[in-house]
Nanobody, 118 residues
Framework: QVQLVESGGDLVQPGGSLRLSCVAHGSPFSFYATAWYRQAPGKQRELVASITSSGSSNYANSVKGRFTISRDNAKNSMYLQMNSLKPEDTAVYYC????????????WGRGTQVTVSS
């Protein structure tokens, strides 16, 4: 059974940086696509960034130019480098994965808290 585990969340000041990691257990990292989602209090979960097995990436407009998604299949891992953090980036960040182009994101981690505050 696939298990995704996030880490790296923390309290950081505005303008700071964090790097989130996601490790997959129980399966090779052969997913068609992996993604980071986030959910702020009182808001719906939203897609932050996604990356396919071929390396094609996509970002929400709100994080373009500040966040970078990457994956290392050999390490069963995915990362999210977050720079120039803003208070509105505060949320629980979730790692997710899907097996094919047409499937939904069926695999989810439990999330890691990112808080941006002075």
């Amino acid at each position: 059974q696939v298990q995704l585990v996030e880490s790296g969340g923390d309290l950081v000041q505005p303008g700071g940086s964090l790097r989130l990691s996601c490790v997959a257990h129980g399966s090779p990292f052969s997913f068609y696509a992996t993604a980071w989602y986030r959910q702020a209090p009182g808001k719906q979960r939203e897609l932050v960034a996604s990356i396919t097995s071929s390396g094609s990436s996509n970002y929400a407009n709100s994080v373009k130019g500040r966040f970078t998604i990457s994956r290392d299949n050999a390490k069963n891992s995915m990362y999210l480098q977050m720079n120039s953090l803003k208070p509105e980036d505060t949320a629980v960040y979730y790692c997710s994965a899907k097996d094919t182009l047409y499937s939904s994101y069926d695999y989810w981690g439990r999330g890691t808290q990112v808080t941006v505050s002075s």
